[in-house]
């Protein structure tokens, strides 16, 4: 009992100093939330429903192929942001970093100068390959970054179809950084992740790919045009415009284009509709995974199931009554949730 109040103090002055901004307080409670162990989840969970919830960062989603230019885009726009004092956290969605030993020492070797920016944080991704894990913790870990008083969270995902849409559900706009290429590369962009754009960036538009990147960029806007109009946007958006992240240029148009496209969707309660679904879908996502965790380890239901999986092999059982008998026992079993208790509530 002693040490479920300690350990309850101990969360409460973590959430403080979060609150109060302290940058190793926020790594640690990060390092908290994702850690598998039950104890650690049950604390995580108390963290989260102690902060505040009344502070909001925009989230800012950006997804593009490896080599891209991602790395160097956020340097240059974090820097560009961070110089005009706005407070900018980074987070990354690798669902393959646990294939390639984690981009730990990457994410801060790729972004150096912002890195060691006061006005910047950069929360490396971890090593865990499980779409639902990355999916929980980045929501979490943006959680904290807004009660940490972040202004902007920029969540980067490589272009994996669906980690993209993961970020897309989780963020304000979405961003997609594109290169310049020649004219029948534009077949090769999935058309779900167009539609998932509030901005295109053609980036590399400097140099000898000025013209390549004008034209891919006159491309998109063409593309953009064709798909269907979102009530949710002002005219002219989704739009695609040209940047090079290494030149540093056409970051403030960018940043201009966002800020138009957010006060709009202030203005017009759209904004706060998309939070409200996001909320609601990650609650859904919750009690799923919660369920599914629960079905998979609960005996009886684990039996049942092992007993009609032949039957439904051979096709002597239909799948949908078999289905249904491990519904049943299930539901008769009573079942244990571990880690649904207690849901942050979030926004
Ligand atoms: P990531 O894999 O998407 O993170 O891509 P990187 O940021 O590592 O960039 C991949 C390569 O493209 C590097 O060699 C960069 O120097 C180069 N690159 C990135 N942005 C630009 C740009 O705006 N213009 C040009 N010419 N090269 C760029």
Redesign the pocket.
Known sequence: MAELTAAHDLVQNLAQDVVAGKRRALARAITLIESQKPSHRAQAQDLLSALPKDRQAVRIGLS?????????????FGMFLADQGLKLAVLAVDPSSARTGGSILGDKT?MDRLSRHPGAYIRPSPSQSHLGGVGRRTREATMLCEAAGFDVVLI?T?GVGQSETMVAGMTDLFLL?M?PAGGDELQGVKRGIMEMADLILV???????MPAATRTCADYAGALRMLRKRPRDPQDFPKAMM???????GLQAAWDDMQTLIQWRRDTGVWDAIRADQALGWMQEEVQSGLRAALETHPQAGAVLAQVQGDVRAGTLAPSTAAHRVLQAFAAGGAEFSDTENSPDSR
């Open positions: 593009g192929t490896p080599g891209v230019g991602k790395s160097t885009f956020i340097e240059a790729r980067e490589v950084l290169a980036n590399k538009a400097d140099g000898d790919l940047v090079s992240a290494l030149a540093e240029t």
